[in-house]
Each structure stands twice: as C-alpha cells, then as structure tokens.
C-alpha cells in the first residue's frame, strides 16, 4: 500500500506528522473494449485539432474559456499557488458527529503515525474518542483545496473528504410536498415489516453478485477454450512499478508545550477582545468570546447515518454470436501515483510536490 499524501496534522500548535493511504479500493473485474470483428483492442488517442498530431500527456496543459478567449494554465501556474504548497491537514473545528451530514462525505483515507514519537496522534485519537466530536480539517490534494473531517475507526484517525456547501444540490419533489393520509392499518404493516428484517449490520454478509457471477463466465470462457492471445490481442503491458519517496521527518515540538502555548494563545486573544470592548463602550462584555475559525463549508444538519442494505443484482446470459471466440485478461487494479511532499512543522512553502497522474 503507497502513501497518497505526506504531511501533517495541526491543532493548535500541536503538530501530528502523518502519512495518508486510500481507505477503499475497486473490486470491480477490469475489462477492456475490443473490436467485434477480430478482437482487437480499442484504444483512444489524444490528437490535437490544430495539428492533428498525437499529443503525450506531458505535452497537455488545461485551459479556460470564457467564451471569447481562452486561458492556458501550465503545471507551473498551478504551482505557484499558495495552497500548492500546503502540506497541513489543519483543524478549524471540533463539532458533535451527529452534525455531519453523510450526503457531503466523499472519500476515506487511513492516517498512519510518523515521527520519532506518535504520542501528539495518540492524543488528538482519545480526545476525539472522549469529547464524541467530530475534527472539521481544511487541506490540499491534488491541487486542490479540500472540506473533510477527521473521525476515529479501530484507534486509526481516518481523513474523509467533504463536498463543499454549494456542492450540495437542493432539490424540491413534489411528490414529497403530497398531503396523501396514511391510515393507521398501512403503518402497523409497515411496522410490522421492519421488524421482519430489523437486525444488526454487518458489511460482510453482502456481496457483489455481479461480480462474481461475471468472474464466472470468464472463467468458464476460458475452461473451454474461448479465448485469444492476450499479447497479440493487447500488446505488451508497462510497467506500472515505481514507488513514491520515503518523506522526511517532520519536527514535532513538545507536546506539553504545545498545548499550553495554544490555551494561552486562546485566553489571551479573549483578554485582548474584552479590553476593545471596555475601552469603546465601557462595559463588560457579558459572554464569552467565542475563538475566529476558517469557515468550514460543511453543511450542518441533525441527520445521523442510517445504514441501508444492498440489494444484489443478476446479470443475464447472453449467447456467444457468430461462434467468435473473446477473451478477456484479468489485470489488477491500478494504483494512483503518489502526491506528496515532504512535511516539516511550521513550513506551509517550498515543499516539493510530487504530480499525480
């Protein structure tokens, strides 16, 4: 498994050196789009429209249109902003879980501890534990600036990203707004069904059956021979090895220092504010102050995550046309390249940063 992400965490003063992996992986069985007639392997090209020529990736930049005129941005645009650089996962909230709303969660990734001491992990996991709050964090992958949060699995911090608020589609059915009544016969029956299938949820007892009847039909394809030289039929496979360089370690501060040095930072910022507020109308301020935060674009409802269950599907049979034999080839699944950077405690710039495919 390769680290996606190298930097760390920062609440406060206190810095959590960590490494990021992909939390979930396809199970899906890789297939590819050949040609009906012989077999063989539809491929796409990147052409240009000006000059016809196939173009490599290294030679592709993005642009933007405004419908008038057109923008090129190259790598080393998108480098130079300041957000490219960031290397923190930083902590801008610390809120009850049932105000997360699962519709904004996106993907998970797994926290691994790193540094001569995980004792500040260590720390952030049980507070989050004891406080039952959820860490609403602000980072960036992969040029871009990214909402998540920060929750607790089996004792590993997991970072899971978030839609932004405006990502959020609302959406009005009429048929919900619908005054219809429901008789007092229809909810015990409707009742009386939960309780049929009310029972606790366990992810292993669900299975893709698609896949696994499609995993049988190839191999059944092969078992009577119907199948092609994947060579001939494909070419010869890249290599798709390489692994992402070990990052440095960051510099972790005194832990104990650290948090006395952020509750300091914090009762001063309060003294600070109400002596403003003496000083212009003579009062005292009758609250407290609550501490500045980054806006977090999270939406906040009281909805809490409901499990639903699976229900698998079957693929039909479908006859082989023409008695032309296909073949298709397992191939594994494809690991994104790394995007890291090497992490050092109070540096946001000049860590090198390492392009994703």
């Given at each position: 498994m390769r680290a996606v992400w190298s930097g760390s965490i920062t609440f406060g003063l206190v810095n959590v050196p960590v490494k990021a992996y992909s939390a979930t992986k396809r199970h899906d069985v890789a297939l590819?789009?050949?040609?009906?007639?012989?077999?063989?392997?539809?491929?796409?090209?990147?052409?240009?429209?000006?000059?016809?020529?196939?173009?490599?990736?290294?030679?592709?930049?993005?642009?933007?249109?405004?419908?008038?005129?057109?923008?090129?941005?190259?790598?080393?645009?998108?480098?130079?902003?300041?957000?490219?650089?960031?290397?923190e996962i930083e902590v801008v909230q610390f809120v009850p879980s049932d105000q997360i709303d699962p519709l904004t969660l996106g993907k998970s990734y797994f926290l691994e501890p790193q540094g001569k001491s995980p004792k500040s992990y260590l720390l952030l996991r049980q507070a989050l534990e004891d406080t039952d709050r959820t860490a609403v964090v602000t980072f960036s992958l992969r040029q871009k600036t990214r909402l998540g949060v920060l929750r607790v699995q089996d004792r590993i911090?997991?970072?899971?990203?978030?839609?932004?608020?405006?990502?959020?589609?609302?959406?009005?059915?009429?048929?919900?707004?619908?005054?219809?009544?429901?008789?007092?016969?229809?909810?015990?029956?409707a009742a009386a069904l939960v309780d049929q299938f009310a029972s606790d949820f366990t992810p292993e007892d669900f299975v893709d059956s698609y896949q696994v009847e499609l995993r049988q039909l190839i191999d059944a394809k092969l078992e009577q021979g119907e199948a092609l030289d994947t060579e001939a039929t494909f070419g010869e496979r890249p290599d798709e090895s390489g692994h992402g360089d070990a990052g440095e370690d960051a510099e972790v501060i005194d832990l104990m220092q650290a948090l006395k040095a952020s509750l300091d930072k914090k009762r001063g910022g309060r003294r600070t504010a109400a002596k403003k507020s003496r000083s212009t109308s003579g009062t005292t301020p009758s609250g407290t102050e609550k501490p500045d935060s980054k806006a977090s674009g999270g939406r906040k409802t009281g909805a809490k995550t409901s499990s639903s269950k699976a229900s698998s599907s079957k693929a039909s049979s479908s006859k082989a046309s023409g008695g032309r034999k296909t073949g298709a080839k397992k191939s594994g699944s494809s690991g994104k390249k790394p995007a890291k950077s090497s992490a050092t405690s109070g540096e946001k710039s000049g860590s090198r940063r390492r392009k994703s495919a």
């Open positions: 590819h789009q050949v040609h009906d007639a012989d077999g063989g392997r539809i491929r796409y090209q990147r052409r240009c429209e000006v000059c016809g020529k196939k173009i490599d990736y290294e030679h592709i930049d993005k642009a933007y249109e405004d419908g008038e005129q057109t923008v090129v941005l190259t790598d080393e645009d998108f480098e130079s902003l300041p957000e490219a650089q960031n290397d911090l997991v970072l899971q990203s978030m839609h932004w608020a405006d990502e959020v589609r609302e959406v009005d059915f009429p048929a919900v707004r619908s005054r219809s009544t429901i008789g007092t016969k229809e909810k015990k029956l």
